[in-house]
């Protein structure tokens, strides 16, 4: 007898009248539809199933033809047999309690019908697995499941579906395949064009998001290729590779469950250290004040892409710098509540003070960073391979405290000190003075309530900007420099070195 059978005679008495009441296909189907995918994360779903199957290449295709465009996953993984592939194409196949292989990106046997169903009314499925001789062929349509009120699963193709056969046969893998895609094309009929753009703004979109969701697959061995309608999916990494991003320390290591959850927090480089090319790179998909906090991967797949998960306050322009790898396996999945579309992870109850302590350590040291204007060791000067002049230098004071000086070496403070002794004493006693008297306490008090109005020094006084810039290559010019060469040294010069584009229109004579 089977375990069911076993179970349905061993029911208590009162259990044993009673009514079917099955859930009605076509009102089942439109929840199916519903669990909030966007088209990208619809699209990773498929992709974790791929990578599940051991694919190597996964090419997806975005091809226009109004209302019959269609979006394909072609992978050249381990395929299925026509068994496996009618229980894969049953809505909840595989309980998300039973245990699964430890590289297994799946949890809820859904993602491939849910993420499906939420772009399109048709899906596909083409399949090989080594040592089949046939493509096996499985479709629902749910147009027919509403219409029939039954769960047929077609054994025949779409025309759309249709174009994958041959590569299938010769290669084996799986495609998916999504037709009347009446979510993600919005009303073709209406605005064609519209549409059209929409398409393709989802392919690029769709294109970003891959990047940054397998980034790990992305690179070193066993690198898998991820492609969209050709172009090939770069991967992004939250922890932009620069001298300058700081990692904090080894990290934490929380064991949990049997199981361990690592956490590692890291800063950003401030941006005067970072190129425009590096600056746009590290911003991301949605800017930088979007993608700073926790980095939550799940068996190396992104989960959430930076949020706070409320072990921190909000996301400040102050703390942009900040962020945090977390790592767990599948089988902590249960703890950390992830959902079907995989986007979402809460941290446990009891990791959640770690966190917080790590959060908190790591917005503190981010902050310090982007306020930082001058340096203890000053960076390059912007756009060049020589270090910049700052005006404050920071200096660690015997008693471990972190003070302010004036930098005696910059040319303009040099000028003034260079007069007879007299006036370069009275000059130095005039810096002693602004130095010992900044009043620090009101800087950072105004700074708290204006972090995001902070203006880079001269940017709201050009014309002052403009007068210093003269009298310094003057000054320059004067003590023997040629022209040229002065403008060279200037732009390594705080405040000139914000400033670049002016300080370089000197040479034409133009500002
Ligand atoms: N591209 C593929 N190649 C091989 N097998 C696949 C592929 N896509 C799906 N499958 C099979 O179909 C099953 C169902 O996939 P589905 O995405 O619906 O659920 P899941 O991956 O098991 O769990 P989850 O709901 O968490 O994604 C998978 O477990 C796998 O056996
Ligand atoms: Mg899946």
């Known amino acids: 007898m089977t375990d069911r059978a076993e179970t349905v005679k061993a029911l208590p008495v009162e259990q044993q009248d009673w009514d079917e009441a099955a859930p009605r296909p076509e009102a089942l189907v439109e929840s199916l539809r519903s669990f909030g995918y966007s088209p990208e994360t619809a699209l990773a779903d498929l992709l974790d199933n791929s990578i599940s199957a051991k694919a190597v290449n996964v090419d997806l295709f975005f091809v226009w033809d109004g209302p019959d465009s269609h979006v394909a996953v072609v992978d050249d993984g381990n395929g299925m047999t026509a068994e496996i592939l009618v229980e894969a194409m049953r809505p909840g196949c595989m309980s998300p309690l039973e245990a699964r292989k430890a590289t297994d990106l799946g949890r809820f046997g859904l993602g491939l019908k849910t993420a499906s169903f939420s772009q399109a009314r048709e899906l596909t499925v083409l399949t090989r697995s080594k040592g089949d001789p046939d493509v096996q062929i499985r479709r629902w ?9 039954q769960w047929r699963l077609l054994k025949t193709s779409s025309s759309q579906a249709e174009r994958y056969r ?20 919005g009303d073709v009929e209406k605005d064609p064009e519209k549409a059209n753009d929409r398409f393709l703004l989802v392919a690029a979109q769709v294109q970003a998001h891959l ?25 992004w990494d939250p922890v932009l590779q620069h001298p300058a991003t700081q990692a904090l320390g080894a990290g934490d290591r929380i064991p949990f469950m049997g199981s361990v959850i690592t956490a590692r927090p890291y800063v950003l480089p401030h941006r005067s250290k970072l190129s425009e090319e590096q600056q746009k790179l590290g911003a991301g998909i949605r800017g930088w004040t979007a993608h700073q906090g926790f980095y939550v991967y799940r068996n190396n797949r992104l989960v959430v892409a930076g949020d706070w998960l409320g072990a921190a306050g909000a996301k400040d322009e102050h703390t942009k710098l900040a962020r945090i790898v977390v790592d767990f396996d599948a089988s902590l999945d249960l703890a950390w509540q992830i959902d079907v579309k995989k986007s979402t992870a809460r941290p446990p109850g009891v990791v959640m003070d770690d966190l917080r302590r790590l959060a908190t350590r790591t917005r503190r040291s981010a902050e310090e960073v982007y306020r930082y204007r001058g340096n203890i060791v000053p960076g390059l000067a912007k756009g060049t391979d020589r270090p910049l002049i700052v005006a404050w230098e920071e200096f ?28 370069k004493r009275a000059v130095e006693r005039v810096l002693k003075f602004v130095e010992e008297t900044i009043p620090t306490s009101l800087i950072g008090i105004r700074l708290a309530e204006a972090l995001d109005t902070q203006s880079t020094p001269y940017e709201t006084r050009p014309d002052e900007l403009v007068k210093l810039l003269h009298y310094a290559l003057e000054m320059m010019t004067t003590a023997g420099m040629a022209r ?28």
């Open 141 to 149: 349509n749910l147009d027919l499941v509403a219409g029939t009120g």
């Open 166 to 185: 041959e590569r299938i046969l010769a290669s084996g893998g799986t495609a998916v395949v999504w037709t009347k895609c009446d979510r993600l094309l």
């Open 211 to 235: 990047g940054m969701t397998f980034h790990r697959f992305l690179v070193g061995r066993g690198a898998r290729k991820i492609s969209v309608n050709g172009n090939a999916v770069k991967p």
């Open 396 to 423: 660690k004071a015997r008693s471990g405290d972190v003070r302010l000086r004036l930098n005696r070496k910059h040319p303009l403070i040099e000028d003034a000190l260079s007069g007879p002794a007299s006036q």
């Open 484 to 511: 040229d060469k002065a403008i060279d040294e200037l732009v390594l010069l705080e405040p000139f070195s914000n400033f670049p584009a002016i300080t370089e229109s000197l040479r034409d004579g133009a500002t």
